[in-house]
């Protein structure tokens, strides 16, 4: 029997799982790690093609208001899988994606009264890998690549939170914007028809 040079051992292990996620539920363990909450949920759109979207939103405040780490973010992603699936049963979500990016947020970062606060947006190029690791779970692997821009105010506040000093300005960054390593919950029917 001949092998695709592009088949891993993965979809060959895979032959009988008839496994056709419709959509994924997911959590970034890199961000779970730092404390902050996020989720992910990812649908299929075709044979190469799924839309991503997420958001994360850590909201903390405590030591009489002078600290706080607050931030909201949400953001979508269209991927196109590169996956042979005209000569494989790899099933879907599975394998290697590229991917575009738009995201946007607002923040306000706060150590003993010194702080950050604004608004951001970003877009830009991922890569990455969801690699299989039971029936219903993948373990996912990417990062992007792109630009963030948006108004930010540097300010020092006293303990009922009333700046006391502000500085304007705004961000322009090019360069690694998200690192991700996700628990991926994949969520669809048993059954497929062969070349799907």
């Known amino acids: 029997m001949a092998v695709h040079p592009f088949v891993h051992a993965q979809d060959l292990s895979e032959r009988g799982d008839s496994l056709r ?39 903390y405040t405590w030591h009489r208001n002078l600290r706080c780490y607050e931030v909201f973010e949400a953001g979508g992603e269209l991927r ?4 042979h699936f005209a000569t494989t049963r790899q099933r879907r979500l ?43 779970w993948n373990l996912e692997f990417s990062a992007s690549l792109g ?3 948006g108004p930010y105010k540097s300010y020092e506040a006293d303990e009922n939170y009333h700046p006391l000093r502000k500085h304007y300005g705004h961000i322009h960054y090019f360069g690694p914007t998200k690192v ?13 028809r062969r070349h799907q």
């Open 147 to 149: 630009y963030v821009g």
């Open 80 to 83: 196109w899988w590169t996956g």
């Open 180 to 192: 991700k390593v996700a628990f991926v919950w994949l969520i669809g029917n048993r059954k497929g």
């Open 94 to 136: 599975t394998g290697f994606f590229l991917g575009l990016y738009g995201a946007g947020g607002y923040y306000d970062l706060e150590w003993d009264g010194t702080g950050h606060r604004g608004e951001y947006w970003s877009t830009g190029l991922s890569w990455g890998f969801s690699r299989r690791i039971a029936r219903h």
């Open 21 to 59: 996620p419709s959509i994924a539920l997911k959590t970034n363990v890199l961000y779970d790690m730092v404390l902050t909450p996020n989720f992910e949920i990812e649908k299929d759109l075709g044979r190469h093609l799924s839309l991503d979207v997420e958001t994360a939103f850590p909201w």
